[in-house]
């Protein structure tokens, strides 16, 4: 490609509201241009590079017995309401009505869709094990969408579906696609990890998230260095401190006037912030038959520990969370600052698994400016749910060794589902087995999003003076800059390395050579070749690869032939990036 006729241009700044390298590379260099709020157009280039990471996951999906199929991106509503998906997603669902007045879906993924085609394709077992997989858009209306697209509300995403007889099944190809998706990202350069997860939306027994390890990440990791286990801090686990047992002492009020906070009771009180119970209120959207109510969860967890608002969507099964107004929690008698669940009525109440553990906590007392000392659980309240509830800190002890934990902040990559029958049970998907008895359909999900991945990647490869790409998704192999005197016989020699097979971006362009050099770096393409006068007074082409400083020159009867060489030099080490690695469940 001749950059004269290329439908994009560099530029000297970044926009505005771009915070982090990867974003404004990818807009400098003409890669991405925005249309609107989490919306992205790829440019040629950056078409490119996702048209390579894209072919990079089709390999790996079939050599895993993986078939492409096309999936609609507008679904009926209806196959979403035999989930209860439909229901049970809140606004990040793009919901529309279509001329005739149907409820359709634009699909943020398609276990609905899968699950549609099993019931009407499979019916013994047969025909299975089976993986299906497609790379399709998605729009998920993210109400943050930010980092250009690391977080965005349309986006191409990898999505495969794995069907099975049994849970052995399901576990093998669970399995094959841990493997597989290490697989890809070291095939792209860039390092992950696997971590455990929460299953959200999508249901099931298990789940893995792939991080890109990075401090612009938004998910909080926790990790033992002791025996490994990682988790993401929304599912993450930990030892709990055992709780001091005591004699239970009578209740008793006492004044705390301008005493709002748990670092200010227990200063007040001269007791570690262990002994107190802090009260959160949170709205939750929970579903009740076909129908969206509110209702208003008091979590109760220990004052020296935080809660973990995903454990507590969970463990009441909320659509969305938000925090409670002071009208809404005064509603239930309770008062902001000095609230406890101590004789209150029409709220959802949920402690913490370590609070019946806890005696003589100090509470509110539902009163302004008082607390109540000595408040016991089972005596003076009661839980309708009593779970973990608690967020894992730095420093807390790992669920498996005990050994403290550190964190880490990553960026989502990709991640895998164990499904069970979550789907087949409710959309009828399915067979007969060997006995002739019907038997659900065993699911697995596992995706990957494609943007997203190419930012991490220009994440992960920059310097000061723009990207430096691998060479397995590189736009280009080779970017081919002609400078005065040396323009006829750089005509000839991209002809020549186009012909040899090679991608050649060909800076013909009437500009100086500061700016053709500044574009190249910051363009990021790995090998770079100036024919200018110099070199042609040397009888060659200079070389410089844009992971080096150091040039040299290369004859011009060889260039083709060292290209070669150089080429399958630079795949080999990536190639030899991918390994095997131990599953860890």
């Given at each position: 490609?001749?950059?004269?006729?290329?439908?994009?241009?560099?530029?000297?700044?970044?926009?505005?509201?771009?915070?982090?390298?990867?974003?404004?590379?990818?807009?400098?260099?003409?890669?991405?241009?925005?249309?609107?709020?989490?919306?992205?157009?790829?440019?040629?280039?950056?078409?490119?590079?996702?048209?390579?990471?894209?072919?990079?996951?089709?390999?790996?999906?079939?050599?895993?017995?993986?078939?492409?199929?096309?999936?609609?991106?507008?679904?009926?509503?209806?196959?979403?309401?035999?989930?209860?998906?439909?229901?049970?997603?809140?606004?990040?669902?793009?919901?529309?009505?279509?001329?005739?007045?149907?409820?359709?879906?634009?699909?943020?993924?398609?276990?609905?869709?899968?699950?549609?085609?099993?019931?009407?394709?499979?019916?013994?077992?047969?025909?299975?094990?089976?993986?299906?997989?497609?790379?399709?858009?998605?729009?998920?209306?993210?109400?943050?969408?930010?980092?250009?697209?690391?977080?965005?509300?349309?986006?191409?995403?990898?999505?495969?579906?794995?069907l099975d007889v049994d849970e052995e099944g399901l576990d093998k190809q669970y399995r094959a696609h841990y493997q597989a998706y290490f697989n890809i990202f070291n095939r792209c350069n860039l390092p992950s990890a696997a971590v455990l997860a929460d299953v959200g939306m999508m249901g099931g027994s298990m789940s893995h998230e792939y991080m890109y390890l990075t401090p612009?990440?938004?998910?909080?990791?926790?990790?033992?260095?002791?025996?490994?286990?990682?988790?993401?801090?929304?599912?993450?686990?930990?030892?709990?401190?055992?709780?001091?047992?005591?004699?239970?002492?009578?209740?008793?009020?006492?004044?705390?006037?301008?005493?709002?906070?748990?670092?200010?009771?227990?200063?007040?009180?001269?007791?570690?912030?262990?002994?107190?119970?802090?009260?959160?209120?949170?709205?939750?959207?929970?579903?009740?038959?076909?129908?969206?109510?509110?209702?208003?969860?008091?979590?109760?967890?220990?004052?020296?520990?935080?809660?973990?608002?995903?454990?507590?969507?969970?463990?009441?099964?909320?659509?969305?969370?938000?925090?409670?107004?002071?009208?809404?929690?005064?509603?239930?008698?309770?008062?902001?600052?000095?609230?406890?669940?101590?004789?209150?009525?029409?709220?959802?109440?949920?402690?913490?698994?370590?609070?019946?553990a806890s005696n003589n906590l100090v509470a509110g007392a539902n009163e302004e400016g008082f607390h109540v000392l000595n408040v016991n659980y089972g005596r003076d309240f009661e839980a309708d749910i009593v779970t973990d509830l608690v967020v894992a800190e730095e420093g807390s002890a790992c669920p498996k060794c005990g050994e403290a934990m550190t964190t880490s902040r990553?960026?989502?990559?990709?991640?895998?589902?164990?499904?069970?029958?979550?789907?087949?049970?409710?959309?009828?998907?399915?067979?007969?087995?060997?006995?002739?008895?019907?038997?659900?359909?065993?699911?697995?999900?596992?995706?990957?999003?494609?943007?997203?991945?190419?930012?991490?990647?220009?994440?992960?490869?920059?310097?000061?003076?723009?990207?430096?790409?691998?060479?397995?998704?590189?736009?280009?192999?080779?970017?081919?800059?002609?400078?005065?005197?040396?323009?006829?016989?750089?005509?000839?020699?991209?002809?020549?390395?186009?012909?040899?097979?090679?991608?050649?971006?060909?800076?013909?362009?009437?500009?100086?050579?500061?700016?053709?050099?500044?574009?190249?770096?910051?363009?990021?393409?790995?090998?770079?070749?100036?024919?200018?006068?110099?070199?042609?007074?040397?009888?060659?082409?200079?070389?410089?690869?844009?992971?080096?400083?150091?040039?040299?020159?290369?004859?011009?009867?060889?260039?083709?032939?060292?290209?070669?060489?150089?080429?399958?030099?630079?795949?080999?080490?990536?190639?030899?990036?991918?390994?095997?690695?131990?599953?860890?469940?």
């Amino acid at each position: 490609m001749k950059m004269s006729h290329l439908f994009s241009q560099t530029l000297r700044d970044a926009p505005a509201d771009a915070e982090i390298a990867s974003h404004k590379l990818l807009v400098r260099a003409g890669f991405i241009r925005q249309l609107g709020a989490g919306i992205y157009t790829k440019m040629p280039m950056g078409k490119r590079v996702s048209d390579k990471i894209e072919q990079i996951i089709r390999e790996e999906m079939d050599a895993i017995g993986g078939q492409e199929l096309s999936m609609p991106v507008i679904n009926p509503a209806d196959i979403w309401k035999e989930t209860k998906r439909w229901y049970q997603i809140g606004s990040e669902m793009g919901r529309f009505t279509d001329r005739n007045g149907r409820d359709m879906v634009l699909a943020m993924t398609h276990e609905e869709v899968v699950g549609d085609l099993v019931r009407k394709e499979i019916h013994s077992y047969r025909q299975l094990p089976i993986l299906v997989y497609h790379l399709q858009t998605k729009w998920r209306d993210d109400p943050r969408p930010r980092a250009g697209l690391i977080r965005v509300r349309e986006f191409v995403m990898k999505d495969s579906y794995s069907l099975d007889v049994d849970e052995e099944g399901l576990d093998k190809q669970y399995r094959a696609h841990y493997q597989a998706y290490f697989n890809i990202f070291n095939r792209c350069n860039l390092p992950s990890a696997a971590v455990l997860a929460d299953v959200g939306m999508m249901g099931g027994s298990m789940s893995h998230e792939y991080m890109y390890l990075t401090p612009i990440g938004e998910d909080t990791l926790l990790i033992c260095d002791a025996c490994g286990y990682t988790a993401n801090r929304q599912i993450a686990l930990f030892q709990k401190p055992e709780a001091v047992k005591e004699e239970m002492k009578e209740k008793e009020k006492v004044a705390t006037p301008g005493v709002t906070s748990i670092e200010d009771l227990a200063k007040f009180l001269d007791i570690p912030a262990s002994k107190t119970a802090k009260a959160v209120f949170m709205m939750a959207t929970l579903m009740e038959g076909d129908e969206d109510v509110e209702k208003l969860v008091f979590a109760v967890v220990r004052g020296d520990m935080d809660v973990n608002e995903t454990k507590l969507a969970n463990a009441i099964k909320a659509k969305e969370l938000r925090p409670a107004h002071d009208e809404e929690i005064a509603a239930v008698g309770a008062v902001p600052g000095y609230a406890s669940p101590m004789g209150l009525k029409g709220v959802l109440v949920v402690v913490d698994d370590l609070i019946p553990a806890s005696n003589n906590l100090v509470a509110g007392a539902n009163e302004e400016g008082f607390h109540v000392l000595n408040v016991n659980y089972g005596r003076d309240f009661e839980a309708d749910i009593v779970t973990d509830l608690v967020v894992a800190e730095e420093g807390s002890a790992c669920p498996k060794c005990g050994e403290a934990m550190t964190t880490s902040r990553g960026v989502e990559i990709g991640n895998i589902f164990k499904l069970g029958t979550r789907y087949s049970d409710s959309l009828g998907c399915t067979f007969l087995d060997k006995d002739g008895k019907e038997k659900p359909v065993i699911m697995g999900s596992y995706g990957i999003g494609v943007g997203r991945l190419l930012a991490s990647i220009a994440e992960e490869h920059n310097d000061d003076y723009g990207l430096i790409w691998p060479i397995s998704v590189a736009p280009y192999h080779i970017h081919l800059v002609a400078l005065k005197g040396g323009e006829e016989q750089a005509d000839k020699l991209y002809q020549e390395l186009m012909d040899a097979g090679f991608e050649v971006l060909y800076d013909d362009r009437a500009e100086t050579p500061g700016v053709k050099f500044n574009d190249a770096d910051l363009i990021g393409v790995p090998i770079r070749l100036t024919v200018s006068k110099r070199s042609l007074e040397q009888d060659g082409v200079e070389l410089k690869l844009r992971l080096e400083k150091d040039r040299s020159v290369v004859a011009l009867a060889d260039v083709a032939a060292e290209m070669k060489t150089l080429k399958q030099q630079l795949e080999d080490e990536i190639k030899a990036k991918v390994v095997t690695v131990p599953f860890d469940a």
